[in-house]
């Protein structure tokens, strides 16, 4: 999905959550399955597609005139970024060098979202969140010996955790069922100040992901 997508998508998400009957405002919480997809050349040189997990709460604020419309929002996800390899080549030797990064991907968030909390079956909203994320990395370099892989040379370059501040915009649909509901959607990432998995010295990059979520809902009573 383009990330000119994003606008239109929030946009009428907000407008159908806006012209929505207004009904008593009911705290939830989901519990969702995600997919993360890099979307710019910063990210999808270090990273493939990766899956996880992740747990959010909405709470409407009691605000005179949004009639439950406006809610704080914070959550928290886990995911794999699975192993990423680049090859490294010498222009003088011709000699090739494997780089595999694994990454392991998690965000605290906490932001706004508009969109009702009633008693209606479709619930939009749209949101949007400061994050701190949180990046485990383990960087491996192999001199691949093409004759037998067994004989591989490999180096664990380092293990460390890093962190870096990003933010997310994103919009989904809650079918609300009574005692639970269905919540999907999708969000746009941005981080920055993200070692660049190279080892020491490296310089830093921005990588934007896009995610997709599916997960169940219940109200918080």
Do not use: C
């Given at each position: 999905?383009?990330?000119?997508?994003?606008?239109?998508?929030?946009?009428?998400?907000?407008?159908?959550?806006?012209?929505?009957?207004?009904?008593?405002?009911?705290?939830?919480?989901?519990?969702?399955?995600?997919?993360?997809t890099?979307?710019?050349?910063?990210?999808?040189?270090?990273?493939r597609?990766?899956?996880?997990?992740?747990?959010d709460?909405?709470?409407?604020?009691?605000?005179?005139?949004?009639?439950?419309?406006?809610?704080?929002?914070?959550?928290?996800?886990?995911?794999?970024?699975?192993?990423?390899r680049?090859d490294?080549?010498?222009?003088l030797?011709?000699?090739?060098?494997?780089?595999?990064?694994?990454?392991?991907?998690?965000r605290?968030?906490?932001?706004g979202?508009l969109?009702?909390?009633?008693?209606?079956?479709?619930?939009?909203?749209?949101?949007?969140?400061?994050?701190?994320?949180?990046?485990?990395?383990?960087?491996t370099?192999?001199?691949?010996?093409?004759?037998?892989?067994?004989?591989?040379?490999?180096?664990?370059?380092?293990s460390r955790?890093?962190?870096?501040?990003?933010?997310?915009?994103?919009?989904?649909?809650?079918l609300?069922?009574?005692?639970?509901?269905?919540d999907g959607?999708?969000?746009?990432?941005?981080?920055?100040?993200?070692?660049?998995?190279?080892?020491?010295?490296?310089?830093?990059?921005?990588?934007?992901?896009?995610?997709?979520r599916i997960?169940?809902?219940?109200?918080l009573?």
């Amino acid at each position: 999905m383009s990330r000119r997508m994003f606008p239109v998508l929030a946009t009428l998400s907000l407008l159908v959550a806006l012209v929505a009957p207004a009904q008593a405002a009911r705290p939830r919480w989901s519990i969702y399955g995600d997919m993360i997809t890099p979307s710019d050349r910063a990210a999808r040189a270090y990273a493939r597609p990766g899956y996880g997990l992740g747990v959010d709460v909405s709470l409407p604020l009691p605000v005179p005139g949004t009639h439950g419309l406006l809610s704080a929002m914070a959550g928290i996800e886990y995911a794999n970024l699975l192993n990423r390899r680049i090859d490294l080549i010498d222009r003088l030797t011709g000699l090739r060098v494997e780089q595999h990064t694994d990454q392991s991907y998690g965000r605290l968030f906490v932001g706004g979202e508009l969109g009702p909390h009633g008693n209606g079956t479709i619930q939009p909203y749209g949101n949007v969140a400061l994050a701190l994320i949180i990046y485990d990395i383990t960087t491996t370099v192999v001199v691949p010996d093409d004759f037998d892989r067994q004989k591989d040379i490999n180096q664990v370059l380092g293990s460390r955790t890093e962190f870096a501040f990003g933010w997310s915009a994103g919009t989904g649909v809650n079918l609300n069922f009574g005692a639970w509901g269905l919540d999907g959607g999708v969000r746009f990432l941005k981080q920055y100040g993200v070692p660049q998995q190279l080892g020491a010295g490296a310089v830093t990059v921005q990588p934007s992901y896009v995610q997709y979520r599916i997960g169940v809902s219940l109200p918080l009573r």
